[in-house]
């Protein structure tokens, strides 16, 4: 009498019905008998406790099964995409760290022909290329270094050879007025500081014009290029030799009193009196001399400048009393106060 099964008795077709029970569910089935005729209706009950357990159970595995599954998915996802991807990147990052700090050879090594492998053999051709123009620079900077400290020693040397050219006279070799006149003042300056002496000279040549006009400027150059010689030869290293204009030469005897000073002037205008010279014999008195004046410092001032004047005056005062002779201001001094008197 109950409903199912009323109309499972007025269907044609099989029927399903889940009905809840006092502990179950239960599935009740219907099936027609026909054969030939309807003749009649199966009617069934199952109890679907055990087969919830079992479908319950499945659920439970397969939940299982697919977290495993998800989760191996992932870990092979994560160590293709590590293998692909993120370790490629790490290594490009590392290599350019690397050729950021300086280390122009670095290089990414992969393997596979991907877009990331592409974007590797990209990242190596553009260090190559940096690396090559770095050295390339780097040689021309090494080059042009060499080139400039070349020109800077060629620039020394050409400085170096234009202050001794500035210094010295071209025809004679020895130092010019100029040269001299700095080195005076500069024992002027000495003098001031510590206690010492030394001697100027003036000496020219006596007759220069009459043998320059007899035998012409190229011999006259020659024989003041011998007397030059020859006072080198009998002066010390330290002495201050210098062409001081025309034929006349002026000398600094450093650490040089009065009598010394006077024994060297007397030794340097014998040697060239007894020294030959080149047509000498048509000189006025049969030889070459030399005239020579002298001051000392401090004995006749401490001027540099006065000291060359006096000397120049003692000059003067050994042309008058017949030339080839040796004249120190004080006797210059001593004759014009005999004349005065």
Known sequence: ADPFTREALESDVPLTREVAGDESPHLLVSMPVVSGLRWGTLRAQFDLSEVNLAIATSRKYMVGFTFLLAVSSTAIAYFVLSLQVITPILRMRSMAFRFGSGQLSARVRLWQSDEVGQLGTALNGMAQQLQDYTESLEAQVEQRTEELAGANAQ???????????????????????????????????????????????????????????????????????????????????????????????????????????????????????????????????????????????????????????????????????????????????????????
């Open 155 to 341: 620039l020394v040397r050409a400085n170096a050879q234009l202050e001794r050219l500035a210094k010295t006279d071209p025809l004679t070799g020895l130092h010019n007025r100029r040269h001299f006149m700095e080195q005076l003042e500069m024992e002027v300056r000495r003098g001031a500081r510590i206690r010492h002496q030394y001697s100027v000279i003036i000496l020219d040549v006596d007759h220069f014009k009459s043998y320059n006009d007899t035998h012409g400027h190229p011999e006259g150059d020659d024989l003041l290029q011998r007397l030059a010689a020859l006072l080198q030869i009998n002066l010390r290293s330290t002495d201050v030799i210098a062409r001081y204009g025309g034929e006349e030469f002026v000398i600094l005897l450093l650490d040089t009193g009065v009598d010394e000073g006077y024994a060297t002037a007397r030794k340097l205008q014998q040697s060239v009196a007894a020294q030959p010279f080149p047509h000498e014999e048509t000189q006025p008195s049969g030889q070459l001399t030399i005239s020579v004046g002298m001051s000392f410092y401090p004995h006749d001032s401490r001027d540099g400048r006065k000291l060359v004047r006096f000397a120049d005056e003692a000059l003067y005062r050994s042309k008058e009393l017949g030339r080839n002779r040796v004249t120190r201001y004080d006797q210059v001094e001593s004759a014009i106060e005999l004349r005065s008197v």
